[in-house]
Every structure is written in structure tokens, then in C-alpha cells.
């Protein structure tokens, strides 16, 4: 089983950036689509972002055009920056395969966006 681990979350105020990171373990990263997803005070998880395992890549209208999703197959992890941040951007950020059947969950990356 492929474990998931995010990180890079944290404060930062509206219009400032942050880099997530998802590390994966096991061999087979660079076989999967993979995708970061986002889960709102009382909303449910979301799509944000996502890449092939070709490296297309494909985005939430919310997100576009402010947030880049990356993947670096070599060192098995897969990168989002995030810019120009909003206040609807707070959430619990974590990653998984882009697929119907997905890994266990992470503890995820909490970002905030508040002034």
C-alpha cells in the first residue's frame, strides 16, 4: 500500500503563496495520476488539481490560473504552488491517485489564508 504523506501547508495572508509537497512511498509513483484535493471548513473534499502520469495537467476553475500542480517521478513526489491565496482557499490540502479507487488518505496540510 502506497502511503501519502503532504506537507508545506500553513498561514500566509490573501494574496501570498505557498508550496505543497506530497511524498509517496513505493515504486509505482510514476504509473499513477495523481491529484490534490482540498476539504473546507464544512464542505466536502474537492478536486483542485491534477496531473497524468504523462504530466497533463488539469485544474479547478477556483484554482486556475493561481495554482501549478508538478510531479518529479525521480524523487517519487508531487509538488502544488499556490499564489495570489484567497480566503476560500483555507482548507485541509491532501493528495491522492485521481482514480475511482484511491489510497488511504493522509493526515493532510493545513493551509490558512487569513489577514
Known amino acids: 500500500q502506497v502511503q501519502l504523506v503532504e506537507s508545506g501547508g500553513g498561514l500566509v495572508q490573501p494574496g501570498g503563496s505557498l508550496r505543497l509537497s506530497c511524498a509517496a512511498s513505493g515504486s509505482s509513483f510514476r504509473l499513477y495520476d495523481m491529484g490534490w484535493y482540498r476539504q473546507g471548513p464544512g464542505k466536502q473534499r474537492e478536486l483542485v488539481a491534477s496531473?497524468?502520469?504523462?504530466?497533463?495537467?488539469n485544474y479547478a476553475e477556483s484554482v486556475k490560473g493561481r495554482f501549478t500542480i508538478s510531479r518529479d517521478n525521480a524523487k517519487n513526489t508531487m509538488y502544488l504552488q499556490m499564489s495570489s491565496l484567497k480566503f476560500e482557499d483555507t482548507a485541509v490540502y491532501y493528495c491522492?491517485?485521481?482514480?475511482?479507487?484511491?489510497?488511504?488518505w493522509g493526515q493532510g496540510t493545513q493551509v490558512t489564508v487569513s489577514s
Open positions: 496531473v497524468t502520469s504523462g504530466g497533463i495537467t
Open positions: 491522492n491517485k485521481n482514480s475511482r479507487i484511491r489510497f488511504q
